[in-house]
């Protein structure tokens, strides 16, 4: 079973104390769904996805490396200021899709945050290990043409939750942004290489990206307007970005 095997793999992770991610979700859960998806790229990548994937890397000089990181030491006396600092830039990425739902997006200031912590978590201090950190999470800083998002579903009552997602298979395949009020919708490129429903029921973390051409990104940064939604029948919705969010996503594209 590939899930097994998976949660196996992520086994070290399930000791992190919650800690309050921005918008209500724990850090524990994001960062066990991150790994999931470390496992899955590092187990399932086929030949063609892994040439794109250095492509992508050679293409962008946004990722992350070694000397963009603080040593253990250096961290813990960092952390708190640098944690503040993340939240607040954070606030402005989260893009709530009704009262259940929120696209969180990533960028190299997030992903740099992520590894941190997950260097101090896990006491990695091995230039190789920290190499694999590196690998894993620099695919999820957008590559100066595209948005990358966690999309969590989210419901304080863990029962509420469960009955929730059993009516929402494929929900993650309805999610989408559009540039104006007459553009196309742009639906999100869903958990690549992963299967993250099964049956009628979905995961409560799904990992999108949206891809948007280059008169979008045109119009974006000449001032049109931005939407996002989910066309499931469960989470329906149209919501327009505010102007301070749209212009911190805007900074993502080249």
Not at 32 to 48: M, P
Request: aromatic letters at 10%; hydrophobic letters at 40%; proline letters at 2%.
């Amino acid at each position: 079973d590939l899930w097994s095997g998976v949660w196996q793999k992520v086994k070290r992770t399930l000791l992190v104390q919650t800690a309050q991610w921005p918008g209500g979700s724990s850090l524990t859960v994001w960062m066990r769904a991150k790994h999931s998806t470390r496992s899955v790229w590092c187990d399932r990548l086929t030949a063609s996805n892994h040439r794109q994937f250095i492509d992508t890397q050679q293409r962008n000089s946004m990722k992350l490396t070694r000397s963009d990181l603080w040593s253990l030491e250096e961290y813990a006396s960092r952390r708190q200021t640098f944690r503040a600092e993340v939240i607040a830039h954070k606030k402005l990425r989260n893009i709530a899709l009704g009262p259940h739902a929120t696209l969180y997006f990533e960028d190299r200031l997030t992903m740099r945050y992520q590894i941190q912590e997950m260097l101090r978590v896990e006491r990695i201090f091995e230039a190789a290990e920290i190499e694999e950190e590196l690998e894993s999470y620099n695919p999820l800083i957008p590559d100066g043409s595209n948005w990358k998002a966690t999309f969590m579903i989210e419901y304080g009552d863990v029962e509420e939750r469960k009955v929730a997602l059993a009516t929402m298979g494929g929900i993650e395949q309805t999610v989408w942004v559009r540039v104006g009020e007459s553009g196309e919708k742009i639906f999100a490129i869903t958990n690549e290489d992963m299967e993250r429903t099964r049956d009628e029921k979905a995961a409560a973390v799904h990992f999108m990206r949206f891809e948007l051409g280059a008169d979008e990104a045109a119009a974006l940064k000449s001032g049109e307007s931005l939407f996002m939604g989910i066309d499931h029948a469960s989470l329906p919705g149209t919501y327009e970005v505010a102007a301070d969010q749209r212009a911190a996503l805007i900074a993502d594209l080249d």
